[in-house]
């Protein structure tokens, strides 16, 4: 019924940049919390920020000043704005939501995931 589409991910040099987006689709009435999570090779999946409806954002200590979070309400869309990137950021991003359906059903949500891939 409802899906998260991720895109952004890439290859890009250590201190560069990357915006991923993640678009939610489907029979929606609302949207509470949004996150990015990722996952590296050989380890757990980590949260790296979320953004809950209406509510400041929260970041993972190894990723604040650096990434950004924001949303999009009005195109069901989040943001991670990923600047000064280093190679232990390189991992599979993965977006998080919890939808309410049109149905009136919560569903938690996840995204494919991006590879992300931060190296000289």
């Known amino acids: 019924q409802v899906q998260l589409v991720e895109s952004g991910g890439g290859l890009v040099q250590p201190g560069g940049s990357l915006r991923l987006s993640c678009v939610a689709s489907?029979?929606?009435?609302?949207?509470?919390?949004m996150g990015w999570y990722r996952q590296a090779p050989g380890k757990q999946r980590e949260l790296v920020a979320t953004?809950?409806?209406?509510?400041?954002?929260d970041y993972a200590d190894s990723v604040k000043g650096r990434f950004t979070i924001s949303r999009d309400n009005a195109k069901n869309t989040v943001y991670l704005q990923m600047n000064s990137l280093k190679p232990e950021d390189t991992a599979v991003y993965y977006c998080?939501?919890?939808?309410?359906?049109?149905?009136?059903?919560?569903?938690?949500?996840w995204g494919q995931g991006t590879l992300v891939t931060v190296s000289s």
């Open positions: 953004i809950p409806s209406g509510k400041s954002a």
């Open positions: 489907g029979s929606i009435f609302s949207i509470n919390a």
């Open positions: 998080n939501a919890g939808i309410v359906s049109g149905s009136y059903r919560y569903f938690e949500v």
